[in-house]
């Protein structure tokens, strides 16, 4: 009886401290969201604004269906998605790929060397970002800081074309983004526990097995974490494809922002936001049952 | 000694001149493990006993391959083990935390050794079974390990060592983790599960009554080096110096020197002994636990005057706490008899006591 007096008591306080956030991010993300939504499905007015009518079509210019309205299928835009996702992805990889070992490098650095480090890491937080992306314009240009050093070399005869690419792209992508992988897979390297390295290997693994049997499994959720917070901006980020992939290489979030503030067709806008949002949800929640999947297997097979 | 000599040794595992050393933060050095020689043999239940930082938990890493010794050689049957890393030696731990798989069933985690290992799933499953059993956690193999009290944790821990059937059991403080109630139980089944499996154990340790309940031999530590490796009767009754005797069990050690069966002490105490085996002038420690003090005066006895400073109630027993003539600590023994008088502190006792029981032994630099 007095167990269910203090459930109730918690539940009480739980509703109640979840009670600011839930109305903030009700006002300030559901219905800006919701008003996206509306938009998304409205004809864009002549001269900007819009008319109040339902109107499909705006899907169907991005997905091919439903035709109509005068609109017309592009795959242009499914091409951009497309890239968009790809170049997300990759940047998911390699920031992992640098990440994973670098995280276990800084939880086995002692005492101030660990904080000048992590400092280090969250240096990119503290300027502009448009600043740090033009830096690399600089590095990368014809006649930036690579080529010039390759060239004096003598392992090029000509400047390699760095910038303007997918290739520059993905490099501001990583070098921007990087921060937000290192720091949830850090937390989670820094908390393993490294008796359970040494039981592990008492017990007879060799160093690969404990890898797979024991250190992935356990720093997984920071991975997943990591993944999906540098997943998201990564697919929606307009700047640096703006800055090092010039007019050949655009992002989905380029053309929302053109459809906002250059064509001024806001419902197509609208439409292209929607779209990317499905994509990315459909993606995060696949990705999070497949590594919980994943998870229980590895439980299960010991 | 050359290789030959060492596989001629009866030992199953022998430590030879094993030195480690650190540098401290300050830049000076330690070493816990200073030339030590140890010879574990087969099926015997090793104590590594002493207090803190006296360098036995780094011995035990040595031997599981957790650290590579600066000097000296580790020989498994007669074979070196320097160059073997840990998940090549037949040796399995218990570790002081547990250090259980948090992702993994105690089912999972017991066969972590055997699924490495590559051992068919039925076997595995029977041994696992088996050593599940074997610690009286049959049916407990699909809980999680956080699931557990501290007690079946400490369980599955042993499981999963044993399970693999080892050359030698590492236990590294085990129990400290547990309660008293529990320790204690825990360390009469550590004893007898090792003579059910007939595997050597290494048991390190800073509890001396730990140490005396369990052991067939101690190796007693201080300071990267022993000071005497003995069975438990050995080393309580004939401490060979003053560390030893004060650090296991309690005791009184008094220095004086030898003559003629009795010791003169510093103090100007006049102490009965029944060795003769000193010549005369020898500086002495005197060893006086306090069993060896009787309130009760037996005739023939000497006696020495102890002024009480408290008296403290156990139950069976009474913990009388005094001081000698000239002002050293002293404990003695009484068992408690209903109805008794009351002992008032402050009042001054002569204590009886047996020359031929007190320890003597050559005196140590104080």
């Known amino acids: ?302 | 000694m050359t290789t030959e000599e060492v596989a001629a040794d009866q030992g199953l595992v022998r430590v030879e001149a094993a030195v480690k050393r650190f540098r401290t933060p300050e830049g000076g050095w330690v070493t816990p493990l200073d030339r030590v020689s140890l010879s574990i043999r087969d099926n015997e239940f090793l104590t590594l006993l002493g207090p803190s930082g006296c360098g036995k938990t780094t011995l035990l890493k040595a031997i599981a391959g957790f650290e590579d010794l600066d000097d000296g050689e580790i020989y498994l049957d007669g074979q070196p083990l320097s160059g073997t890393p840990a998940y090549r030696r037949p040796f399995n731990t218990v570790f002081q935390s547990y250090a259980l798989f948090p992702h993994l069933t105690v089912g999972d985690n017991v066969g972590y050794g055997l699924d490495v290992a590559g051992v068919a799933r039925e076997e595995r499953d029977s041994r696992v079974g088996e050593a599940l059993r074997l610690v009286s956690l049959e049916g407990l193999d699909r809980r999680m390990p956080r699931q557990l009290s501290g007690g079946q944790q400490q369980r599955v821990a042993l499981a999963r060592a044993l399970v693999n059937r080892p050359r030698v059991l590492l236990l590294d403080e085990p129990l400290s983790a547990l309660d008293r109630k529990l320790r204690q139980a825990m360390q009469i089944e550590l004893k007898s599960l090792q003579h059910t499996v007939g595997i050597t154990f290494l048991f390190v340790t800073h509890d001396q009554e730990e140490a005396l309940t369990m052991s067939d031999r101690i190796a007693v530590m201080d300071q990267g080096q022993f000071l005497q490796i003995g069975s438990p009767a050995e080393i309580y009754d004939a401490p060979t110096n003053r560390f030893v005797a004060s650090f296991i069990g309690s005791s009184t050690v008094l220095t004086g020197s030898y003559r003629g069966g009795r010791v003169r002490t510093a103090g100007g105490l006049d102490i009965a002994v029944g060795t003769r085996a000193f010549p005369e002038g020898e500086a002495v420690d005197v060893v006086v636990r306090p069993e060896h003090l009787a309130i009760a005066a037996v005739a023939g006895r000497p006696t020495l005057p102890v002024t009480l400073d408290n008296v403290v109630f156990v139950g069976s027993d009474l913990h009388l706490h005094g001081r000698l003539a000239d002002g050293t600590a002293i404990s003695a023994l009484h068992r408690h008899a209903r109805g008794e008088g009351e002992l008032t502190p402050g009042t001054t006792l002569q204590l009886s006591y047996d020359p031929a029981a007190l320890h003597v032994m050559k005196g140590s630099k104080p």
């Open chain 1, 1 to 302: 009886m007095s167990a269910g007096v203090v459930g109730r008591g918690r539940r009480t306080a739980v509703i109640g401290l979840l009670a600011p956030v839930t109305v903030l991010l009700g006002i300030f993300f559901l219905i800006p969201l919701g008003i996206m939504l509306v938009y998304s499905f409205l004809e864009p007015g002549l001269y900007g604004g819009v008319v109040w009518s339902f109107f499909p079509w705006n899907y169907g210019r991005v997905i091919g269906w439903p035709i109509g309205g005068g609109e017309e299928f592009d795959p242009i835009y499914l091409t951009i998605f497309w890239r968009s996702l790809k170049l997300a992805l990759s940047t998911v990889v390699v920031s992992l790929v640098i990440c994973y070992p670098v995280a276990f490098w800084i939880a086995r650095l002692k005492g101030w060397r660990k904080n000048a480090v992590l400092f280090a890491a969250t240096l990119p937080f503290f300027s502009n970002v448009l600043v740090l992306i033009y830096a690399w314009l600089l590095i990368l240009r014809p006649t930036g800081f690579v080529n010039t050093l390759l060239v004096a070399a003598g392992l090029i005869d000509q400047p390699l074309n760095l910038i303007f690419s997918e290739f520059s792209v993905l490099v501001g992508l990583v070098f921007f983004l990087v921060p937000f992988m290192l720091l949830p897979i850090y937390a989670n390297v820094e908390r393993l526990d490294w008796a359970l390295v040494q039981a592990s290997a008492d017990l007879g693994a060799t160093p690969i097995q404990t890898f797979r049997r024991v250190i992935l499994p356990l720093t997984l959720p920071g991975i997943v974490g990591g993944s999906i917070i540098v997943f998201i901006p990564a697919l929606g980020n307009f700047v640096v494809a703006q800055l090092l992939g010039g007019a050949k290489v655009q992002m989905v979030g380029n053309l929302i922002e053109q459809q906002f503030l250059k064509a001024r067709n806001w419902p197509f806008g609208a439409t292209l936001a929607m779209l990317m949002m499905v994509v990315v949800l459909a993606l995060v929640l696949v990705y999070v049952t497949r590594t919980a999947e994943r998870n229980d297997a590895a439980k299960a097979v010991g």
